[in-house]
């Protein structure tokens, strides 16, 4: 008989800086989720896979570079949605381990870069025909967009290129042009960005992660935003995300959407058409806004969306049929990672 294949050594890379802000956070008596670096290394020990965790510093760069080089690993786990606490360096991070001849989980410099800039992935959407709400660009002295109908208030005004609902509050809603005009030049002055002025889509907040090559798309779950204080808009910003514990605000798999053929079937053609477009591989979460009469519109991409045994990604794939664990999860990004044909020095799929 022939014996098992042993299972690969992997080595899991995540931005050094989560462990300052977690230590700062502890330190003021805060509480603290358990790092995702660490979820992911039990996960694959307990299965018997050999796993540590290296600490992505930025600085100085050559020694992370040597350090990467050096690993003789099977596989690089890789969670660094930053590197020194900039979320632009993610795509950077894939960028040196394809230079490097690594293999790794999760998505390709490319897919990070086209996704990041949330403006360049409408464009690209626009180009295939997925909807997403109608939008400007506006730059210092630059103002970009193709699309006539955005007129009505509200909109809302985002940074081109964070995550985390950065730069995404309360305020970020605006009802008439002088609040548009001091959100976009905010926007500038805070975030050295480009402001990326939308069409406010009233409706519900769906979350639909996919994984595989290719993709199969998991249960959506929804974030029921309407359980927020009235004085909030309906939106996932840094208050109803970071700042405040609503409880009330719960997600779930929304089992009406579910049973509803037609709809899931536009659901998921919006999720597997923007995974296209952004050329993503592995695993990613599609947000999306569902308006009243049933159109998906998609809000944004994430690749390598965060790994939390309790975020929307883990609770999506619980709900699956059949269904993943945790464990079961981590174990298979690991393998579809495995799994993909290395290239010599690519950043295409
Ligand atoms: N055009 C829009 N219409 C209605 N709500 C929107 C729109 N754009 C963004 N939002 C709200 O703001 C939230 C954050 O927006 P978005 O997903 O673009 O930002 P993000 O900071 O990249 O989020 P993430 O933490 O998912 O990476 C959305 O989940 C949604 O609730
Ligand atoms: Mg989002």
Redesign the pocket.
């Known amino acids: 008989m022939a014996e098992p294949r042993p299972k690969p050594s992997i080595t899991i890379l995540y931005d050094a800086d989560e462990e300052r802000v977690r230590d700062a956070a502890l330190a003021k008596g805060e509480k603290f989720p358990t790092l995702v670096s660490y979820q992911i290394e039990t996960a694959l020990t307990k299965r018997g896979y050999t796993a540590k965790r290296l600490a992505a510093e930025a600085t100085p760069i050559k020694r992370l570079v040597r350090q990467i080089e050096d690993d003789n690993s099977d596989l690089i786990f890789n969670v660094c949605e930053s590197l020194g606490g900039a979320g632009d360096e993610e795509r950077r991070v894939a960028s040196m381990l394809e230079l490097l001849d690594k293999r790794f989980t999760g998505n390709s410099s490319l897919a990070l870069t086209l996704a990041t800039d ?1 403006s360049l992935a409408k464009k690209l959407f626009e180009f295939h025909g997925i909807k997403s ?1 109608d939008f400007l660009t506006i730059a210092p002295g630059k103002v970009e967009g193709t699309t006539p109908s955005l007129k009505k208030f509200p909109m ?1 005004v ?1 940074p081109t290129g ?7 509050t309360a305020k ?2 605006v009802r008439s042009v002088e609040e548009l005009m001091q959100r976009v030049f905010a926007i500038h002055q805070e975030f050295h960005s480009a402001a990326l002025v ?6 519900r ?1 769906i979350y639909v992660s996919l994984l595989g090559n290719p993709p199969t798309v998991l249960p959506p779950i929804e ?1 029921d ?1 309407s359980k927020l204080p009235p004085e909030m808009p ?4 840094t208050e109803a ?1 970071w700042e405040r514990d609503f409880k009330a605000a719960r997600e779930f798999v929304p089992e009406d959407i579910v049973a509803n053929d037609a709809l899931m079937s536009r659901i998921r053609d919006a999720a597997l058409g923007a995974w296209n477009a952004l050329l993503v591989r592995d695993y990613a ?1 599609v ?1 999306m ?1 569902l308006t009243p009469d049933g159109t998906p ?1 998609v ?2 991409v ?1 690749p390598n ?1 965060w790994l939390d045994s309790r975020a929307e990604f883990a609770m999506a794939a619980r709900r699956a049929t059949p269904d993943f664990s945790h464990g079961d999860l981590i174990e298979r990004i690991v393998q579809i990672a495995m799994e993909r044909p290395m290239r010599e020095r690519s950043t295409a799929r």
């Open positions: 949330k709400p809302i985002k964070t995550d985390a609902s950065m730069g995404i970020s809603v939308e069409q406010y889509i009233e409706g907040e974030w935003l309906r939106i996932a910003g995300k979460r947000d806004r519109f809000l944004e994430n969306p």
